[in-house]
């Protein structure tokens, strides 16, 4: 696999919302509808010193992304202006001292790779190429976070470049996102859509500035609707992966298993079902419907911070990112165990990454590594702009 491929899965990175939406309430029940926000308050805030620790984490954290910036303003590999998309979303929803430094010099090199279609990355030879739609959405969502009212319009562009990717050829691939905008090699994954789900989610309160000449733009939510429903396990799968996700309706980074009937199916894996739940989200399918009943009820009958559930320790901290968005936007503090104890995921996913952070010992900064380096996460500035964000989303910031 090259290194476009393999940077694919991960740069599926972490999306805060930045607005609220509203899903109907259960009108058995009778309760009020529930705000379906990765920044929404908690309904149970985590302990007073839990927090503490998170937010000691983060500002170490972002003392060491200060540290790792280059003179252009970038961080890491400069032919993916993602991987400082990362960092400077990190440093938008912060209030740490060095957040202006960090964005005065980031935005003018992501501004840089910004291209004549609209789209924001940069042309890489080979399979994928410059990985455009991955590369896009996840830098207009930051420069959104910047709030400069000057950035709009280099926005509004990127979001006509990724409406314009989302496939729509007839086969099994239609409603999804692939790598780029080539349509001649139909290709697309749950995990370039669910960045392009959110992305265009997160910024469309950009199409009311639009100039009244100009059409809005935005995805095809019932061919992604779809496109989602291909690839998430059904009852006939099988009770350990009903309900569960997988990478495209024709493969599973997770590999296959055999159901009771004999049947090979796709196995479900932990990062790929937060993936499909946060994404069934955004494209409005009801937190009651059984389709996201059955993704969230899968995760809690698999759920774990010691690994990817199926996929080890291989992509492990965009699986907490993913974890943490997914859970805050479909509004569970606590997951359910079959002896009928629940977990409070958010403080235990803050102290599982306050006890994975690597601190160095010069300088007191702070940093997250993978040392699996799958999907590029041995890569300390991706891994710990992933982490910053999750922390945060746990918060409920």
């Not at 202006?100 to 190429?129: H, M, N, T, W």
């Not at 001649?184 to 859509?193: F, I």
């Not at 965009?318 to 958010?346: E, H, Q, T």
Request: hydrophobic residues 40%.
């Amino acid at each position: 696999m090259n290194s476009t491929s393999r940077l694919a899965p991960l740069l599926a990175l972490l999306l805060l919302t930045a607005g609220t939406r509203q899903a109907p309430g259960d009108a058995a029940s009778g309760s009020p509808a529930q705000t379906l926000v990765s920044h929404r308050k908690p309904t149970v805030a985590v302990d007073v010193s839990v927090a503490h620790e998170a937010r000691a984490a983060i500002n170490r954290a972002l003392d060491w992304l200060a540290t790792r910036q280059k003179p252009d303003g970038s961080w890491s590999d400069t032919n993916f202006p993602a991987l400082t998309a990362l960092p400077l979303w990190a440093f938008a929803w912060s209030e740490h001292p060095g957040r202006a430094e960090a964005i005065r010099r980031a935005v003018p090199f992501i501004l840089s790779c910004v291209q004549p279609d609209g789209g924001i990355y940069r042309i890489v030879p080979g399979k994928g190429g410059g990985l455009s739609n991955y590369n896009t959405a996840i830098c207009m969502v930051a420069l959104h976070a910047v709030n400069d009212p000057a950035l709009t319009p280099v926005i509004q562009r990127a979001r006509a470049f990724v409406s314009a990717s989302q496939y729509l050829g007839d086969d099994i691939y239609e409603g999804g996102m692939g790598y780029d905008r080539d349509t001649g090699r139909a290709y697309t994954d749950l995990s370039d859509s669910v960045i392009a789900f959110e992305a265009m989610r997160l910024t469309q309160s950009v199409e009311d500035l639009r100039p009244s000449e100009e059409k809005r733009v935005d995805l095809d939510w019932e061919a992604a609707r779809r496109f989602l429903e291909r690839v998430q396990n059904k009852e006939s799968s099988g009770p350990d992966e009903v309900g569960g996700f997988f990478y495209r309706p024709d493969e599973s980074k997770a590999g296959t298993a055999t159901n009771e009937q004999g049947v090979v199916v796709f196995r479900s894996f932990g990062s790929m079902t937060y993936a499909g739940l946060l994404s069934l989200i955004y494209a409005d399918v009801d937190r009651n419907d059984p389709r996201v009943r059955s993704a969230f009820e899968w995760s809690a009958r698999h759920w774990s911070l010691e690994e990817n559930p199926g996929m080890g320790a291989q992509g492990l901290f965009y699986f907490y990112n993913i974890l943490a968005k997914a859970l805050a936007a479909y509004g569970a503090d606590a997951i359910p165990r079959p002896d009928g104890s629940v977990i409070p995921w958010r403080t235990a996913l803050v102290e599982k990454l306050v006890a994975l952070q690597r601190t160095e010992s010069e300088t007191g900064h702070g940093y997250w590594v993978n040392d699996n380096n799958r999907f590029w996460e041995s890569n300390p500035e991706l891994v710990t702009a992933y982490s910053v964000l999750a922390l945060k989303a746990a918060l409920g910031q």
